[in-house]
C-alpha cells in the first residue's frame, strides 16, 4: 500500500512533550488540543513506548482512541531498541503496545532512533525489519518505518539494504540543515533522490526556534508581522518537496492554535522569506549554544535524576540573553532542589541515548561552574 502523500496532514501531533497537572498528563487539556486538532481536518498522532515514562500511549487512548472513529485517524507509534533482548521481545512490547493506545493495529510502526552502533545493530541482530514486514502481512502494522538519528551513510546502507521501508522520519529545521552532526540536509537530499516519504520531526528544534534571539523575532516581525517565529520553521519544513507530515511536541493549547493557524490555507515560503530564514540561520550560527532539544531520552535513566535538558535550557538563555542572574535564580529554585549538575557521576547512561551526541558530561561540568559556583 503506496503512501499518498496528498491524503496526509502537513501537521502531526506529536505527544511526547503533553502538558502535565501534578506530575500526571493532563487528560482534560490534552482532549481539548486534541478536538481542535481533529476540527482543523488534521489526524496523524505520534506517540512511543518510552514517551511520558510509558504513558503517552494510554493518553492516545483516553484522549483520541475512545473518542473518535478508528478510520478518522493515523496512530503511529515505535519499537525501543533498548528494551529488546531477545527475538520475543518485539511481540511482547508490540502487544503491551495495543493494550496501552487500544487497538488492533498501528497506522504507522517505525523503528525507534535507528542510529550507527547499538540500536541498528540491535535491530538487525533481532531481525525487527523482516518481523516489521511480517506484522504488515498480518495487518498489525498499516505502513513500515523508522526513525533515524545517525549519519547520512547509514542512512543510504539501510535503505539500500532493505527497500521494504516505506517512510524514514528525520530530524530537520532550518537550524540544522548544515549541522555536521545532525546531518539534516543531507539526509533530506538522500531521501528525496530516493522519493522516499519523510516525516519530520523536531522542525522547531524542540522550542529553540520558537522562542529565538530579539535579533531574529525582529528580523521575522519586519518581513511578516504578527506571524510567530514557530510559523516560520513549520512553514520551512512544509515547503519542501517529499515531506509527508511534520510533527510538532504541542504542550500547550495556545501552541496547537498557532500551528494550526500556520497549516490552515497553508502557504510554502516565498523567495522573500527564503532570503530572511537564510539571514536568521547566520544569526544563530554566530550564537554557539547547547544543541539539545528536550527529548528527555537522558532522563529516564539518570541514576541522579539530573533534569538535564532543563540544566541545558538555563545554560543556553544566559548564552543568548546574558541573563546569568535570573538563569542562576531558576537553577536554584527548581533544579537544585532535585538535583544538581554537579551531582553527575559520570557514568555516561545519557550520552549513550542522546539522539544529538552532546557531550553530556562535559556539558554537566561546564553548568556546574556556572551554576554550582563550582
Request: with cysteine; aromatic share 10%.
Amino acid at each position: 500500500m503506496t503512501i499518498d502523500l496528498s491524503k496526509m496532514p502537513k501537521l502531526g501531533f506529536g505527544l511526547m512533550r503533553l502538558p502535565e497537572k501534578d506530575g500526571k498528563i493532563d487528560y482534560d487539556t490534552v482532549c481539548g488540543m486534541a478536538d481542535k486538532y481533529m476540527a482543523a481536518g488534521l489526524n496523524y498522532f505520534d506517540t512511543a513506548y518510552v514517551y511520558h515514562g510509558g504513558t503517552s500511549e494510554v493518553a492516545a487512548r483516553e484522549c483520541v482512541v475512545k473518542r473518535y472513529p478508528r478510520d478518522s485517524f493515523y496512530l503511529a507509534t515505535k519499537l525501543p531498541a533498548w528494551e529488546l533482548k531477545t527475538e520475543d521481545d518485539r511481540d511482547r512490547i508490540f502487544g503491551i503496545q495495543c493494550e496501552r493506545a487500544g487497538v488492533d493495529y498501528f497506522d504507522y510502526y517505525l523503528l525507534h532512533s535507528l542510529e550507527d552502533g547499538y540500536n541498528y545493530d540491535t535491530y538487525e541482530r533481532l531481525n525487527c525489519f523482516e518481523w516489521g514486514v511480517q506484522k504488515k502481512a498480518e495487518g498489525k502494522i498499516k505502513h513500515f518505518g523508522f526513525s533515524f538519528h545517525g549519519t547520512p551513510a547509514l542512512l543510504e546502507n539501510v535503505l539500500d539494504k532493505h527497500p521494504e521501508v516505506e517512510f524514514v522520519q528525520i530530524q530537520l529545521n532550518y537550524a540544522d540543515w548544515d549541522n555536521p552532526v545532525v546531518g539534516s540536509g543531507k539526509l533530506y537530499e538522500i531521501l528525496h533522490a530516493r522519493n522516499i516519504p519523510m516525516i519530520i520531526m523536531e522542525p522547531v528544534k524542540g522550542g529553540t526556534l520558537a522562542d529565538p534571539v530579539p535579533e531574529i523575532k525582529e528580523l521575522f516581525e519586519a518581513v511578516r508581522p504578527g506571524a510567530s517565529p514557530a510559523s516560520w520553521a513549520l512553514r520551512y519544513v512544509g515547503s519542501l518537496p517529499g515531506v509527508m507530515t511534520i510533527l510538532s511536541g504541542m504542550s500547550t493549547p495556545e501552541q496547537m492554535s498557532d500551528n494550526v493557524s500556520t497549516f490552515t490555507d497553508f502557504k510554502p515560503l516565498s523567495e522573500e522569506e527564503r532570503e530572511t530564514i537564510e539571514k536568521a540561520r547566520r544569526i544563530l550560527l554566530d550564537t554557539p549554544t547547547i544543541g539539545c532539544t528536550s527529548c528527555r531520552y537522558c532522563c529516564d535513566g539518570c541514576p541522579q535524576g539530573i533534569k538535564i535538558p532543563d540544566i541545558f535550557t538555563l545554560v543556553n538563555a544566559v548564552k543568548m540573553y546574558k541573563e546569568s542572574w535570573r538563569a542562576k535564580n531558576l537553577y536554584n529554585s527548581s533544579i537544585a532542589p532535585y538535583a544538581r549538575a554537579s551531582d553527575c557521576l559520570g557514568c555516561g547512561q545519557c550520552e549513550g541515548v542522546c539522539p544529538q551526541h552532546l557531550p553530556i558530561i562535559e556539558l554537566l561540568k561546564d553548568a556546574s561552574a556556572q551554576f554550582d559556583g563550582k
